[in-house]
């Protein structure tokens, strides 16, 4: 085993293992993996796994991808872009604790469970707008370095996003959250002198239950 801990996967080792049949109730072990190179599962189904501490070298895409079990990622490294445009998440995504690099896409996806992005880094852009969570959106204590988009995006269990930083420009205008909506200690950086002016997150969210802000 390398001096790091990680085991070795190409992308075509991954895609291999990701593609098995999806068995209700079980997911692949995948845990402190470091994936060598672009990773690419637009268009397929995949089996719960667990890729936790893993370190993926490559852009990783996942366009129109359909995840029938856990599709975990906490703590894990990004080299560069990860895009999942119109994934369907049929249980929870998870990346809690992992640090993204490259720009995030996340436009139009759909999470039949909770989005976890708590404590995660996001040292570029991230749009994460017209996503529709059927549970729960957290980011508790998630700090954004660069721009983030979370307009027209739907959270029907709430919103989590204690002590969350936003140092980039922050749009969410027609964001709904149907649940208790969570911003206290929220940061949102001012824009800059030469941008519009940007409404307070409470102001841009259409909440239809408590806001604690």
Same mark, same amino acid.
């Given at each position: ?14 895609? *291999? ?6 068995? *209700? ?5 995948? $845990?402190?993996?470091?994936?060598? !190179?672009?990773? =690419?599962?637009? !268009? ?8 936790? %501490? +893993? ?5 990783? $895409? ?8 856990? $599709?975990?990622?906490? =703590? ?25 690099? !490259?720009?995030?896409?996340? $436009?139009?996806?759909?999470?039949? %469970? ?21 549970? +729960? ?9 660069? &721009? ?19 140092? %980039?420009?922050?749009?969410?205008? %027609? ?14 950086? &001012?824009?800059?002198? +030469? ?19």
């Amino acid at each position: 085993m390398p001096k790091d801990g990680l085991i070795d996967l190409s992308p075509a080792e991954l895609v *291999a293992a990701l593609t098995q049949p999806f068995q *209700a109730g079980k997911a692949l072990d995948l $845990t402190g993996r470091r994936i060598t !190179g672009a990773v =690419d599962l637009s !268009g397929l189904e995949l089996c719960g796994f667990d890729l936790s %501490g +893993s370190v993926f070298e490559g852009p990783v $895409t996942m366009n129109k991808t359909r995840f029938w079990g856990l $599709t975990w990622f906490r =703590d894990c490294r990004f080299a560069g872009p990860f895009t999942a445009r119109e994934a369907l998440f049929l249980h929870d995504l998870r990346v809690d604790g992992a640090d993204f690099a !490259g720009e995030v896409t996340l $436009t139009r996806a759909e999470a039949r %469970g909770t989005v976890v992005l708590d404590h995660a880094r996001f040292a570029a852009p991230a749009w994460l707008d017209r996503v529709q969570v059927l549970s +729960s959106l957290s980011m508790a204590q998630t700090r954004f370095d660069g &721009p983030v988009s979370l307009e027209e995006t739907e959270a029907y269990g709430g919103l989590w996003a204690d002590r969350t930083v936003f140092a %980039g420009r922050l749009q969410a205008a %027609g964001m709904e959250v149907h649940g208790r909506t969570w911003i206290r200690g929220a940061q949102v950086a &001012p824009a800059g002198p +030469s941008a519009p002016p940007v409404a307070p997150l409470a102001r841009q969210i259409r909440s239809y239950g408590y806001i604690w802000s």
